[in-house]
Protein backbone atom coordinates (compact mmCIF):
# COMPACT_ATOMS: atom_id res chain seq x y z
CA UNK A 1 0.00 0.00 0.00
CA UNK A 2 1.36 3.63 -1.04
CA UNK A 3 1.36 6.03 1.50
CA UNK A 4 0.90 9.46 0.87
CA UNK A 5 2.82 12.62 2.38
CA UNK A 6 1.73 16.35 2.55
CA UNK A 7 2.95 19.73 3.04
CA UNK A 8 0.85 22.76 3.81
CA UNK A 9 1.62 26.28 1.70
CA UNK A 10 1.88 29.08 3.83
CA UNK A 11 2.11 32.95 3.92
CA UNK A 12 4.35 34.49 6.30
CA UNK A 13 4.32 38.26 5.37
CA UNK A 14 6.17 39.17 8.28
CA UNK A 15 8.58 36.53 9.70
CA UNK A 16 9.07 39.17 12.99
CA UNK A 17 5.47 38.57 14.04
CA UNK A 18 5.20 34.82 13.30
CA UNK A 19 2.05 35.45 12.16
CA UNK A 20 0.60 33.13 9.01
CA UNK A 21 -2.25 32.06 6.63
CA UNK A 22 -2.28 28.22 5.13
CA UNK A 23 -2.81 29.01 1.17
CA UNK A 24 -2.60 25.89 -0.55
CA UNK A 25 -1.42 22.39 0.32
CA UNK A 26 0.76 19.79 -1.66
CA UNK A 27 -0.13 15.46 -1.29
CA UNK A 28 1.15 12.94 -3.21
CA UNK A 29 3.65 9.36 -3.33
CA UNK A 30 7.24 10.16 -4.13
CA UNK A 31 7.37 6.32 -5.35
CA UNK A 32 4.46 6.94 -7.76
CA UNK A 33 4.75 10.00 -8.63
CA UNK A 34 1.15 10.87 -8.03
CA UNK A 35 1.17 14.69 -6.81
CA UNK A 36 -1.47 17.05 -6.45
CA UNK A 37 -1.60 21.17 -5.68
CA UNK A 38 -4.21 22.71 -4.11
CA UNK A 39 -4.95 26.59 -3.19
CA UNK A 40 -7.41 27.95 -1.50
CA UNK A 41 -10.51 29.05 -3.71
CA UNK A 42 -11.14 31.85 -0.91
CA UNK A 43 -8.32 34.88 -0.98
CA UNK A 44 -10.15 37.08 1.13
CA UNK A 45 -8.57 36.11 3.81
CA UNK A 46 -5.23 35.74 2.66
CA UNK A 47 -5.83 39.45 0.65
CA UNK A 48 -6.67 40.92 4.14
CA UNK A 49 -3.68 39.20 5.68
CA UNK A 50 -0.73 39.75 3.55
CA UNK A 51 0.50 42.29 1.35
CA UNK A 52 0.23 42.17 -2.64
CA UNK A 53 3.74 41.97 -2.41
CA UNK A 54 3.57 38.28 -0.43
CA UNK A 55 0.75 36.89 -1.95
CA UNK A 56 2.36 37.65 -5.24
CA UNK A 57 5.27 35.41 -4.36
CA UNK A 58 2.70 32.27 -2.56
CA UNK A 59 1.38 32.43 -6.11
CA UNK A 60 4.52 32.02 -8.42
CA UNK A 61 5.29 29.34 -5.75
CA UNK A 62 2.02 27.73 -6.08
CA UNK A 63 2.39 27.35 -10.23
CA UNK A 64 5.74 26.46 -9.90
CA UNK A 65 4.51 23.31 -7.68
CA UNK A 66 2.03 22.81 -10.36
CA UNK A 67 4.31 22.18 -12.96
Known sequence: MSRYIYSIVRCLPDPRTGEFVNV???AGDPDTGDWAVRRLSNTDRIKKFAP???IN???RFMVRLSS
Open 57 to 59: VTD
Open 24 to 26: GAV
Open 52 to 54: PAA
